[in-house]
C-alpha cells in the first residue's frame, strides 16, 4: 500500500502565494514504482479537475487557469511533489488533492487540503 499526506494548504491572500507539499510513502519500490504525479481540484457542486502533472522524467502539464501562475515539481528522492502556487485568485479557491500514479497499484489519492484565496 502506499500512503499520500499533504501539507501546505490554508487560506492566502490574493496576489500572494502558497506551496502545498505532498509525500508518499508505504510500499514505494521498482515495483511499485511513482509514474506520474498531479494536483487536483474540486469546489462543491463541481466535478474534481486536473491542475497540473508531471511525470517520472519531469515532463508537466497544467490546466489553462493556472500556466505561468503555478508550478509543479517532485523530489524523486523524497517520493514528494509540490505545488508552487503563485499570484493566486479568490477562484483558485479549492479542495486541493494529490494523485500519484503507482506502477502495478494504478492510482492512489490524497485526503485532500483546503486552499483559500481571500480577496
Known amino acids: 500500500q502506499v500512503q499520500l499526506v499533504e501539507s501546505g494548504g490554508g487560506l492566502v491572500q490574493a496576489g500572494g502565494s502558497l506551496r502545498l507539499s505532498c509525500a508518499a510513502s508505504?510500499?514505494?519500490?521498482?515495483?511499485?514504482?511513482?509514474?506520474?504525479m498531479a494536483w487536483y481540484r474540486q469546489t462543491p457542486g463541481k466535478q474534481r479537475e486536473l491542475v497540473a502533472r508531471?511525470?517520472?522524467?519531469?515532463?508537466?502539464i497544467y490546466a489553462d487557469s493556472v500556466k505561468g501562475r503555478f508550478t509543479i515539481s517532485r523530489d524523486n528522492a523524497k517520493n514528494t511533489v509540490y505545488l508552487q502556487m503563485n499570484s493566486p485568485k479568490p477562484e483558485d479557491t479549492a479542495v486541493y488533492y494529490c494523485?500519484?500514479?503507482?506502477?502495478?497499484?494504478?492510482?492512489?489519492w490524497g485526503q485532500g487540503t483546503l486552499v483559500t484565496v481571500s480577496s
Open positions: 508531471i511525470t517520472s522524467g519531469g515532463s508537466t
Open positions: 508505504g510500499s514505494i519500490s521498482s515495483i511499485n514504482a511513482i509514474n506520474a
Open positions: 494523485n500519484v500514479d503507482v506502477l502495478s497499484l494504478g492510482e492512489v
